[in-house]
């Protein structure tokens, strides 16, 4: 253990003192933050300006989602999408729309559509300022001190948090079978109730849909991304490698929207590629 121990010290200051390590190079950017942690352990493996409060954007959606399985929603229910629902981002869905909860909950958080997610807040059977006073609560019982939540699906710049409590947010938010099996998903056909066109909704994360191309085994990669102007490009998520090493990768703030995946991806090869190798003895 003391040798693993020392290992991972060691690696952890390579990297904040940017020494070339085997495998691909970290993109340079001060401007964002970046943090890597063993998601078993919680132990940080990188990190940089990981303190630093930021916008959320529809990382968001993660706490809003625990908040509803708290609520215990008939996800067999449906509703009509409404003009309060909507806004210029949630393109997927229109005013008009009949869909089950449970498709709502699928394009909320495979999607990241806004509309979506106030969709099933209305129909929670709690007011939004309910919901959101819910969704503190939520943060505060988790220690996720960094974290404030002024509305459920990410469009405010008022939401806040670090990269640090980020990872705790996915870690946390991955133990619900429901929010994993979903974030899982790579893309979701809905077919509205009163429509005969169904649609098909993309999961907004590229590093699963491997339009960011990636070596991590299928069905490994699982996380949520978030976009404001006032953010940046925003990513959680979580990797595995062909040996279940399993480490959470945190970018908030990235130039550009794909650069998000790629620091990831890149970040989290250069942990794969040195992490300890068991003692086989002599």
């Not at 904040?16 to 933050?33: E, M, N, V, W, Y």
């Not at 990513?235 to 790629?262: E, M, P, W």
């Amino acid at each position: 253990m003391k040798k693993q121990s020392a290992f991972v010290t060691i690696f952890i200051l390579l990297c904040l003192f940017s020494i070339s390590l085997p495998g691909a190079t970290l993109p340079k950017d001060i401007t964002d933050s970046v943090l890597a942690i063993d998601a078993k352990t919680g132990q940080i493996l990188f990190e940089k300006n990981s303190d630093e409060v930021r916008p959320l954007a529809s990382i968001t959606k993660l706490i809003s989602a625990m908040v509803l399985l708290d609520l215990r929603v008939d996800w067999n229910a449906s509703t009509k999408i409404i003009s309060i629902d909507c806004d210029r981002f949630s393109r997927q869905l229109i005013a008009g729309d009949v869909l089950k909860l449970n498709d709502l909950w699928n394009i909320a958080l495979i999607g990241s559509v806004n509309s979506a997610m106030k969709a099933l807040v209305r129909k929670s059977g709690v007011s939004e300022k309910q919901f959101v006073e819910l969704m503190n609560k939520k943060a505060k019982d988790l220690n996720l001190n960094s974290m404030v939540f002024v509305e459920p699906s990410g469009l405010s710049s008022k939401n806040i948090g670090n990269a640090k409590d980020t990872a705790k947010l996915l870690k946390e938010a991955l133990k619900f079978e429901k929010i994993l099996k979903t974030l899982l998903v790579d893309k979701y056909y809905v077919q509205p109730l009163n429509k005969e066109t169904p649609k098909q909704i993309y999961n907004t994360n590229w590093l699963m849909t491997n339009w960011i191309p990636s070596d991590f085994p299928k069905g490994s990669i699982v996380g949520k991304t978030g976009y404001l102007k006032n953010s940046g490009y925003n990513l959680s998520v979580r990797l595995t490698d062909d040996k279940n090493h399993q480490i959470i990768v945190i970018v908030l703030g990235a130039k550009s929207f794909t650069s998000r995946f790629s620091k990831a991806r890149e970040l989290a090869n250069r942990i794969f590629n040195n992490y300890p190798r068991p003692n086989t003895g002599g």
